[in-house]
């Protein structure tokens, strides 16, 4: 496979369009691009039609406008091209009308009553700074799909790419009037980057098959650990295997033909869990290119005989998978505005954007931690593998000695680092991590860049994405606001460090994130532990972060309401399946085989006793089954009601609170007597593949 020439083959890029259109079409279509002017209509006409004809060359017969629904997936809705002809005939057509402007009767979606007070019918609208590309399904099916947002007809966001490409243009906005300050007028853009890294598991098709939990909840809501987990770390980059190797090489041709710069694969942590990364490009092309991963992932998984489980938590006991999202921020000239540079003055802008960072996660820490919440990263968050509920910043020994010595003004002895005068003095050179220094940090600097370790690794990187570049933007405000007002930039610098770091620093923490002595610390520097989505949820409700999303002009506060009740309901819903799943499993599969080996027992011990006398094993074994599957069948009857009373609730988020606190925790209790009964009867009684079955069969 010649990858250079697979690369990009599906995508009407840059090249494609450089070839295609005609010179000044091409020009005005990238000025539209690079300053995001609207395009002229007539200028639409020319860009469609050379799309379309693209496309058709390729096998396409309908376009889409694709876009991402609060649903956290994508959504499309195929149109053929065809137009009728007087002659009875069709042809291919596709308008700039067609192109820039969608109307899909996605009444079905969830706004969160938004369309029900506003508008009934919403919009897409191309976002052509991501490019389109051809989606081949089935044998021959291919779909020319365009990046859109989705808006009701009063401007109102509906999906999760509006708010994204509002807080980009905010945090440029704002990072400009900081480089401004410090005398940069070369650049005329920031823009965010992000590299996610996608972590995944992989179960043989036909154990997926048995299990109705990993069929409609993506996790399995049973099963005792194997004899074997993960303690022998002896996945994690481990040998890849062939069937696996297979798997991979096709994911990566089906991603390289998208566009997408594929990079590293590598085995994770828990049996039969895997990483994919691919190199960062800007954020609304990330979180484009990380949502048809997620869709290819599991295509191509099929393709296999696999199944691609992207859930947060699919197994007890070993890891859970999530989805490192690397953020910095990059200006239209090329320069990384986390990358400390060599010169004293790169020094003090990194430092600038450094102290930026640690204002805007100290303040908003909530925020972070509530746009990496969902049903899933519950079983991850704070149960001591990946990160903790808590959000501190890793920030490295060294860059927090530095920030230290200048924020104190004083000569700092610690590991050789000595005050540094802004503007004069260059930083000694920090190491590079090398991302095993700290695994614990939720919200680890990396050398160059941040990486956000919570998300989770089957929700869109929109949500944490809009987060960060909004509680940046307000950061780099203020200090573009005090810099612009100083006497000399240099020495603000250093006030401005000083204070950020008196304000702030309680947010750094370099130690280990997985311990106890950290939740005390962290509690007494009074920073948040937030352990539930339900909890974090509430967040979308404060004044605090309506004034911050208003103010940058990123979420209004019907557009954050409506997010608040559709992700209670999305919780509500997601706890709902799995209760029924497991009240279904329970019922039909393991009591029914409970009662077999029951059954057989007994009928053992009264043939047995007419000859030999008591039976102690048997009986002890009979009592034991019999205690379990008393307390299991009181369990169920538990949930049931459990379950009743929840849905009795009007209220979203306490209908929502009863569901973790009553629903899920009965479900727990449920899930220990199954597994308790699984370890003793005999495996080829039990109705389920085994977590040995799951786990290790690749
Ligand atoms: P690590 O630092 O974890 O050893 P890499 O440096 O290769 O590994 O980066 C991991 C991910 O971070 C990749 O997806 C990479 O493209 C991304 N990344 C690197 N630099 C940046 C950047 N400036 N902005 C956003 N993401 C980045
Ligand atoms: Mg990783």
């Given at each position: 496979?010649?990858?250079?020439?697979?690369?990009?083959?599906?995508?009407?890029?840059d090249?494609?369009m450089r070839?295609?259109l005609?010179k000044d079409t091409y020009k005005l279509l990238k000025e539209t691009i690079d300053k995001?002017t609207?395009l002229?209509?007539?200028v639409?006409?020319?860009?469609?039609?050379?799309?379309?004809?693209?496309?058709?060359?390729?096998?396409?017969?309908?376009?889409?406008?694709?876009?991402?629904?609060?649903?956290?997936?994508?959504?499309?809705?195929?149109?053929?091209?065809?137009?009728?002809?007087?002659?009875?005939?069709?042809?291919?057509?596709?308008?700039?009308?067609?192109?820039?402007?969608?109307?899909?009767?996605?009444?079905?979606?969830?706004?969160?009553?938004?369309?029900?007070?506003?508008?009934?019918?919403?919009?897409?609208?191309?976002?052509c700074t991501?490019?389109?590309?051809?989606?081949?399904?089935?044998?021959?099916?291919?779909?020319?799909?365009?990046?859109?947002?989705?808006?009701?007809?009063?401007?109102?966001?509906?999906?999760?790419?509006?708010?994204?490409?509002?807080?980009?243009?905010?945090?440029?906005?704002?990072?400009?009037?900081?480089?401004?300050?410090?005398?940069?007028?070369?650049?005329?853009?920031?823009?965010?980057?992000?590299?996610?890294?996608?972590?995944?598991?992989?179960?043989?098709?036909?154990?997926?098959?048995?299990?109705?939990?990993?069929?409609?909840?993506?996790?399995?809501?049973?099963?005792?650990?194997?004899?074997?987990?993960?303690?022998?770390?002896?996945?994690?980059?481990?040998?890849?295997?062939?069937?696996?190797?297979?798997?991979?090489?096709?994911?990566?041709?089906?991603?390289?033909?998208?566009?997408?710069?594929?990079?590293?694969?590598?085995?994770?942590?828990?049996?039969?869990?895997?990483?994919?990364?691919?190199?960062?490009?800007?954020?609304?092309?990330?979180?484009?290119?990380?949502?048809?991963?997620?869709?290819?992932?599991?295509?191509?998984?099929?393709?296999?005989?696999?199944?691609?489980?992207?859930?947060?938590?699919?197994?007890?006991?070993?890891?859970?998978?999530?989805?490192?999202?690397?953020?910095?921020?990059?200006?239209?000239?090329?320069?990384?505005?986390?990358?400390?540079?060599?010169?004293?003055?790169?020094?003090?802008?990194?430092?600038?954007?450094?102290?930026?960072?640690?204002?805007?996660?100290?303040?908003?820490?909530?925020?972070?931690?509530?746009?990496?919440?969902?049903?899933?990263?519950?079983?991850?968050?704070?149960?001591?593998?990946?990160?903790?509920?808590?959000?501190?910043?890793?920030?490295?020994?060294?860059?927090?000695?530095?920030?230290?010595?200048?924020?104190?003004?004083?000569?700092?002895?610690?590991?050789?680092?000595?005050?540094?005068?802004?503007?004069?003095?260059?930083?000694?050179?920090?190491?590079?991590?090398?991302?095993?220094?700290?695994?614990?940090?939720?919200?680890?600097?990396?050398?160059?860049?941040?990486?956000?370790?919570?998300?989770?690794?089957?929700?869109?990187?929109?949500?944490?994405?809009?987060?960060?570049?909004?509680?940046?933007?307000?950061?780099?405000?203020?200090?573009?606001?005090?810099?612009?007002?100083?006497?000399?930039?240099?020495?603000?610098?250093?006030?401005?460090?000083?204070?950020?770091?008196?304000?702030?620093?309680?947010?750094?923490?370099?130690?280990?994130?997985?311990?106890?002595?950290?939740?005390?610390?962290?509690?007494?520097?009074?920073?948040?532990?937030?352990?539930?989505?339900?909890?974090?949820?509430?967040?979308?409700?404060?004044?605090?972060?309506?004034?911050?999303?208003?103010?940058?002009?990123?979420?209004?506060?019907?557009?954050?309401?409506?997010?608040?009740?559709?992700?209670?309901?999305?919780?509500?819903?997601?706890?709902?399946?799995?209760?029924?799943?497991?009240?279904?499993?329970?019922?039909?599969?393991?009591?029914?085989?409970?009662?077999?080996?029951?059954?057989?027992?007994?009928?053992?011990?009264?043939?047995?006793?007419?000859?030999?006398?008591?039976?102690?094993?048997?009986?002890?074994?009979?009592?034991?089954?019999?205690?379990?599957?008393?307390?299991?069948?009181?369990?169920?009857?538990?949930?049931?009601?459990?379950?009743?009373?929840?849905?009795?609730?009007?209220?979203?988020?306490?209908?929502?609170?009863?569901?973790?606190?009553?629903?899920?925790?009965?479900?727990?209790?449920?899930?220990?007597?199954?597994?308790?009964?699984?370890?003793?009867?005999?495996?080829?009684?039990?109705?389920?593949?085994?977590?040995?079955?799951?786990?290790?069969?690749?």
């Open positions: 496979m010649d990858v250079t020439q697979i690369f990009g083959t599906n995508v009407f890029n090249e494609v070839k295609r005609p995001e609207p002229p209509p007539e639409a006409d020319v860009v469609a039609s050379a799309m379309k004809d693209w496309a058709i060359e390729r096998g396409a017969t309908h376009y889409t406008h694709w876009f991402q629904p609060l649903t956290g997936r994508t959504a499309e809705k195929h149109d053929s091209f065809i137009s009728p002809t007087a002659q009875g005939g069709v042809i291919m057509e596709f308008s700039g009308k067609q192109l820039i402007k969608g109307e899909p009767d996605a009444s079905s979606l969830p706004s969160g009553g938004l369309r029900a007070t506003f508008e009934a019918r919403g919009y897409t609208a191309w976002d991501s490019p389109a590309f051809l989606k081949e399904d089935g044998v021959g099916g291919v779909t020319l799909c365009i990046p859109t947002a989705f808006c009701s007809y009063t401007g109102i966001a509906l999906d999760k790419k509006t708010p994204l490409l509002r807080s980009m243009a905010a945090v440029s906005r704002q990072a400009l009037r900081v480089l401004r300050a410090l005398g940069n007028t070369t650049a005329h853009k920031v823009t965010s980057t992000v590299g996610a890294e996608q972590e995944y598991f992989l179960v043989d098709k036909k154990f997926f098959a048995q299990r109705l939990d990993l069929i409609v909840a993506g996790r399995t809501l049973f099963g005792a650990p194997a004899p074997k987990g993960q303690e022998m770390e002896d996945h994690y980059f481990g040998q890849i295997k062939d069937r696996i190797a297979e798997f991979m090489k096709d994911l990566d041709k089906e991603l390289w033909k998208l566009g997408i710069a594929s990079k590293t694969k590598h085995n994770e942590v828990a049996p039969s869990q895997f990483e994919m990364a691919p190199l960062f490009t800007s954020t609304n092309i990330a979180a484009d290119q990380n949502q048809l991963v997620m869709e290819t992932l599991q295509k191509v998984a099929l393709r296999h005989n696999l199944v691609c489980l992207l859930h947060e938590k699919p197994y007890a006991g070993v890891n859970g998978s999530g989805k490192h999202t690397n953020w910095s921020l990059c200006t239209d000239d090329g320069m990384n505005l986390l990358d400390p540079g060599t010169t004293p003055h790169e020094n003090a802008q990194f430092l600038l954007f450094i102290c930026t960072l640690i204002k805007a996660v100290d303040r908003h820490a909530y925020l972070l931690r509530r746009s990496a919440a969902n049903s899933g990263n519950d079983h991850r968050l704070g149960a001591n593998e990946a990160p903790p509920a808590i959000i501190s910043i890793f920030m490295g020994q060294e860059l927090t000695d530095i920030l230290e010595a200048i924020a104190k003004g004083e000569k700092a002895t610690s590991r050789g680092s000595s005050s540094i005068e802004i503007g004069v003095d260059t930083l000694p050179p920090l190491p590079k991590d090398n991302s095993d220094r700290n695994r614990t940090s939720p919200f680890a600097f990396t050398g160059n860049k941040f990486e956000f370790r919570m998300v989770a690794s089957s929700a869109s990187i929109s949500g944490p994405c809009v987060v960060l570049n909004t509680i940046v933007a307000e950061a780099l405000d203020e200090i573009a606001t005090r810099l612009e007002k100083a006497k000399d930039v240099n020495k603000e610098t250093t006030l401005i460090i000083r204070d950020t770091m008196k304000e702030h620093g309680r947010i750094i923490f370099n130690g280990n994130n997985y311990s106890e002595e950290w939740v005390k610390e962290a509690g007494k520097r009074g920073l948040p532990n937030i352990r539930s989505t339900v909890e974090a949820l509430k967040t979308f409700t404060d004044k605090k972060a309506l004034d911050l999303f208003k103010k940058y002009k990123v979420l209004s506060k019907e557009e954050l309401h409506s997010r608040y009740e559709i992700y209670l309901e999305q919780y509500t819903k997601q706890i709902n399946i799995e209760a029924k799943a497991a009240l279904d499993m329970v019922n039909s599969l393991y009591i029914p085989s409970v009662l077999h080996f029951v059954k057989e027992l007994a009928e053992t011990i009264e043939k047995l006793e007419a000859v030999k006398g008591p039976t102690v094993v048997q009986r002890d074994l009979l009592a034991r089954i019999s205690t379990l599957l008393e307390a299991a069948y009181r369990n169920v009857e538990k949930l049931d009601t459990e379950l009743a009373k929840a849905h009795e609730i009007d209220d979203s988020y306490r209908r929502a609170a009863a569901c973790r606190d009553n629903v899920f925790a009965t479900m727990n209790d449920l899930r220990k007597n199954i597994d308790a009964l699984e370890k003793i009867v005999p495996r080829k009684l039990w109705p389920v593949p085994t977590y040995a079955d799951l786990l290790f069969n690749l």
